[in-house]
């Protein structure tokens, strides 16, 4: 579904991508592991269009994607959920949801939807009428993910969904990530946490100082010695 | 008590073109978080506009208001797309030093087109005024205040009511956000800062109508006070602006009238001075966010 | 020299000072437009010591300096915790707050049989120092330049010292500074103090120099210009701000073909190079290459010192 071949993304003089490959299967979870700096946001950014790779394609169902502006890559199907969530703080959640919606023009179908997330996030539902950066940060990452799914996406990006949210949180993110799966979306999931992503996530890509150095199944990355030294430790049985 | 009530009277008009002047300012500055020095110096480019039309091809007052409000917006664009569109993130200060070098630009161009110091313009209702019991209101003054309550209230539905006024949110709330959303972040920036320039053009007809000439100093003079009534109001704030304006208004002409012209300046800057040590977020604004237009942040 | 040449000169010297006063602001991550007012204190200050109490001009400048650095330290204070534009326009309302009160300010004397002194708003005539002194203009633009050498001088032993550091740490973030254990306040003030006395060193020797002063020379067009003049020449170095007045009043004042259109084309030129580089021409980057360029070429220079650069790939940093 979406095939980014030979991606080089540059601050200056620094490559921060060298050259990337992988690909994202449709209606599955591919996971995209690696320490920080390795250069995984700097990938979904240049996903997402706010930044601009040196070279190389990104291609989605075969539309090139590179050289598209944001907003035209949104219309094509592609959401991203950033780091650290960024939710529009003095917007309402309901209004954030509408955002989400910003590329739509079909105006019964949006309030469908917004129903549908709120069925889905019951907690959102609750505060609809609340300024989003009174949220907590597991409810911001609910609505972040929400104002994604608004925009109907072919593929939904997430970046770092745990980032910084209690273990309890964090399991409830990864049921809906696997739940959102189940439901058809194709999903390509940035993360640290490699013991939650290993129990939802059919492919794996791991990333290191701006390369891909490894790709397969959850199987074959558990057998990875020098992986399961890195990213897992010493197995424990993850919460 | 009179002159006190009479007084307030004509703070509140000349406040409310302040007011004005301030509104354009916080749509600008809300939406780029960035200060455009050449904000007054558009709406006097506007204001020769309207001048060059009514010397040269006797353009009545509602052609002129509509070459202002053109006038105005043209040269907000004009400095929007070289001050402030090819600006990396973190070059604040940068797009404000422009925009001033911008500004010196615009200045001379008006004095190409038209060197003498002033020109005449167009009243709007010559010295007509109104009589309530003991007191007098203008009646430019008054459409002065209605168009400054009235826009007041289209920028606030604006904002809070359609679509477009979604996306500003959204880019004021969370910039790159606001691109993941699929909001077209620059054609808004540029569409706000056509408005905001728009607004100011308004402004500008008004304050002219009501002085009966144009100067090339207009633009600083309109840059001076819509900033200071946007402080006093609170940054990013549409009531706030309105309300910082006509207190200036309030303040500026009882100064005036107790001690003096002199006096009125300096105690409009002692205000705006003790308002942004004791209460920097101005009346209606909140807390200050230090990263505003300080060089060095990204 | 010819008398033009020293003139332009003499203002280019003069109007360094206070350009060099914003520049030093900026290193602390401050926006000033009030520059002017510690220019125009010194200016009345150092022009009342010689022209009323008959003070020697030497003696007259450092008043100058130590009047306009307390203002600075004065305004400074509450000011503290203000940042970007809310510290630009609290300084743009006291400068526009002094402008007015040297408007209100009189104080004349008669000196042989004429008044002398401020005189509102109709200024301060007769400065008449360097002619009473029989400094002509050459000596005259001597002295503002060897001025401006030792507070350039000073300037370098600055970027090389602790306090340099300092500065330039707590304009990059004042936070992580005070994290460092940087005490904030007491080097901001310090830096406001050491600005506010450059700008009043300027004034005094422009009073001196123009032996005419009126308010209105002190509006907010000379702050932000000012203000700008580091801009354009750059942040990376205190020859950044030189440099900017150097475009300006140097090059273009003084090519007389251009007049009328002067400003049409350096705001646009301006405004084209603040796209390109929008940390003026002697930027970080630049100032840093220029340095290791020396160093590889210079026998005697020492071994890479305090790095000032780099600071572009910060800023560049990711989203």
């Known amino acids: 579904m979406l095939d980014v071949s030979d991606l080089v993304t540059a601050y200056g003089k620094i490559e921060a991508l060298k050259g990337v490959s992988l690909h994202v299967e449709s209606e599955k979870i591919t ?39 944001p907003a035209r890559i949104v219309a094509r199907g592609v959401a991203l959920v950033p780091e650290n969530r960024l939710v529009f703080p003095q917007m309402s959640v309901l209004e954030n949801l509408l955002a989400g919606a910003y590329q739509r023009s079909d105006k019964a179908e949006i309030n469908v939807d917004v129903e549908r997330m709120y069925t889905r996030f019951p907690h959102l539902r609750e505060r609809h009428q609340q300024l989003a950066g009174t949220l907590s940060g597991g409810e911001q990452q609910m609505l972040a993910v929400a104002r994604a799914l608004m925009s109907r996406p072919r593929v939904l990006l997430m970046d770092e969904p745990s980032l910084g949210l209690a273990p309890l949180v964090v399991a409830e993110i990864f049921s809906i990530i696997s739940e959102l799966n189940r439901d058809g979306t194709t999903i390509f999931l940035v993360e640290q946490n490699a013991h939650m992503a290993l129990q939802v996530a059919h492919q794996f890509f791991l990333m290191e100082q701006g390369r891909i150095t490894f790709k397969g199944t959850p199987g074959q990355l558990a057998e990875d010695e020098v992986i399961q030294r890195a990213y897992l430790g010493t197995r424990r049985t993850a919460g | 008590m009179v002159d006190f009530f009479q007084n307030t009277i004509d703070g509140v008009m000349i406040g409310s073109s302040y007011g004005l002047l301030a509104l354009g300012f916080t749509v600008i500055f809300g939406v780029m978080r960035r200060l455009n020095l050449s904000y007054g110096p558009s709406i006097m480019i506007g204001g020769y506009l309207g001048t060059v039309l009514y010397l040269n091809h006797g353009a009545g007052p509602l052609v002129v208001a509509g070459a202002v409000v053109l006038g105005a917006a043209i040269a907000g664009v004009y400095v929007e797309r070289l001050c402030f569109a090819p600006m990396k993130a973190g070059a604040g200060i940068a797009s404000m030093v422009s925009s001033f070098a911008i500004w010196m630009q615009l200045e001379q161009a008006a004095i190409l087109v038209l060197p003498r110091h002033t020109y005449p313009f167009p009243p709007l209702a ?8 003991p007191f007098f209101v203008r009646i430019d003054h008054l459409i002065m205040l209605v168009c400054a309550l009235g826009l007041a209230a289209a920028v606030q539905v604006t904002l809070y009511r359609t679509r477009f006024g979604l996306a500003l949110r959204a880019i004021i709330g969370h910039p790159v956000a606001a691109h993941l959303v699929g909001i077209n972040v620059r054609r808004a920036m540029l569409l706000a800062f056509a408005a905001a320039s728009a607004i100011g053009g308004v402004a500008g007809f008004l304050v002219l109508a009501v002085d009966q000439q144009v100067t090339p100093m207009f633009g600083m003079w309109a840059t001076l006070k819509g900033l200071i009534a946007m402080m006093i109001g609170g940054l990013g704030s549409v009531p706030g602006a309105v309300v910082g304006g006509l207190l200036l208004g309030v303040i500026e002409t009882h100064s005036q009238w107790y001690f003096g012209p002199q006096f009125r300046d300096l105690i409009a800057y002692v205000v705006l001075f003790a308002f942004l040590v004791a209460r920097p977020g101005g009346l209606f604004g909140r807390a200050p966010s230090p990263d505003i237009t300080t060089p060095q942040k990204a | ?52 109490w008959g003070w020697p001009l030497a003696l007259a400048l450092v008043w100058g300096a130590a009047i306009g650095g307390a203002a600075a330290v004065l305004v400074g204070i509450p000011t503290l915790r203000l940042h970007g534009l809310y510290f630009a326009i609290a300084t743009l309302a006291f400068a526009e707050m002094v402008r007015i009160l040297f408007e209100l300010f009189r104080y004349q004397i008669t000196i042989d049989g004429e008044l002398v002194g401020p005189d509102g708003a109709d200024g301060f005539r007769n400065i008449r120092y360097i002619f009473d002194n029989n400094i002509d203009a050459f000596q005259f633009l001597l002295l503002i330049y060897a001025l401006l050498a030792v507070v350039l001088l000073g300037f370098v032993l600055l970027e090389r010292s602790r306090l340099g550091v300092i500065f330039r740490m707590i304009g990059e973030d004042e936070t992580l500074a005070g994290l460092q254990g940087v005490s904030i306040a007491h080097h901001k003030v310090l830096a406001a103090g050491i600005s506010g006395a450059l700008a009043g060193i300027g004034g005094g020797l422009y009073a001196h120099l123009t032996t005419y002063v009126e308010p209105r020379i002190f509006d907010v067009m000379l702050g932000v210009h000012s203000l700008a003049y580091g801009l354009i020449g750059g942040l990376g170095t205190a020859l950044g701000p030189l440099l900017g007045v150097l475009i300006d009043i140097g090059v273009l004042e003084s090519i007389r073909a251009l007049s009328g259109y002067r400003m049409i084309i350096f705001g646009g030129l301006v405004a084209l190079l603040l796209i390109v580089r929008p940390r003026g021409l002697l930027d970080e980057n630049v100032v840093h290459k220029i ?4 160093r590889r070429i210079s026998p005697w220079a020492r071994r890479p010192g305090l790095n000032t650069g780099n600071r572009n790939n910060l800023t560049g940093g990711r989203p």
């Open chain 1, 31 to 69: 996971c995209l592991l690696g320490p920080n700096g390795a250069g995984k946001t700097t990938l979904m950014m240049t996903i997402a269009g706010i930044l601009q790779p040196r070279r190389g394609s990104i291609r989605l169902g075969g539309t090139e994607l590179v050289g598209l502006s």
């Open chain 2, 126 to 133: 010559t010295g007509a005024t109104l009589e309530f019991g």
């Open chain 3, 1 to 52: 020299m010819d008398d033009y040449l020293i003139g332009v000169l003499s203002n280019i010297g003069v109007i360094s000072f206070i350009a060099l006063s914003a520049y030093l602001l900026l290193l602390t991550g401050e926006i000033s437009f009030g520059q002017q007012a510690f220019f125009a204190i010194g200016a009345y200050a150092a022009g009342i010591a010689t022209a009323l």
């Open chain 3, 291 to 294: 340095g290791r360029f020396w």
